[in-house]
């Protein structure tokens, strides 16, 4: 094992036993380019471990996330990338419900308002390549730099509609 593998290795498991999320997002980029796949899927399998031990604390604590702290931001990142990956995956039902909590967790009024266009997508049972392709605007989002879809196409006022007018049909 290389003298960087062992320095990287270390500072992982120094931020694991810390619960600092951001410095493993910080430490991702030497990760992939010296783990394989089963140490990287163990790598980011911690990561989302942190994060759902953060979501359970601030749950049981009745706060939101605060966007402008780094932990904070990580960790929603990190649910984000979960949310994704189920969505990804095919599991509209599990990243809705992901979408959903995530909506309602942060004091960033413009995550909360994207992540809600998320959640009834999946709720709807629009694939992800639907959603990207359709109602996601891929390039404003990159101009925004924002970690997640940011920015919607007019398609996504018809996704609302469709929920609005099936919410006010209950």
């Keep these: 094992m290389t003298n960087e593998v062992t320095k990287l290795k270390d500072k992982i498991f120094d931020a694991q036993n810390e619960g600092d999320i951001a410095a493993l997002y910080i430490l991702e980029r030497d990760a992939n380019e010296y783990f394989d796949e089963t140490t990287l899927h163990a790598y980011y399998q911690n990561i989302l471990d942190l994060a759902l031990e953060r979501l359970t604390t601030t749950l049981e604590e009745h706060r939101r996330m605060q966007m402008q702290e780094i932990q904070d931001f990580a960790t929603v990142r990190a649910l984000y990338e979960y949310a994704i990956e189920n969505y990804s995956a095919g599991s509209s039902i599990d990243a809705a419900a992901l979408f959903e909590v995530l909506a309602g967790l942060t004091d960033d009024l413009k995550f909360s308002n994207a992540l809600t266009l998320h959640w009834y997508a999946a709720q709807e049972n629009i694939s992800l390549d639907d959603f990207m392709n359709n109602i996601a605007d891929v390039n404003a989002t990159q101009q925004a730099e924002t970690f997640y879809i940011s920015a ?16 006010d049909n209950e």
Excluded: I
């Design 152 to 167: 919607f196409t007019k398609e996504a006022q018809q996704l609302l509609d469709k929920v609005k007018k099936t919410e």
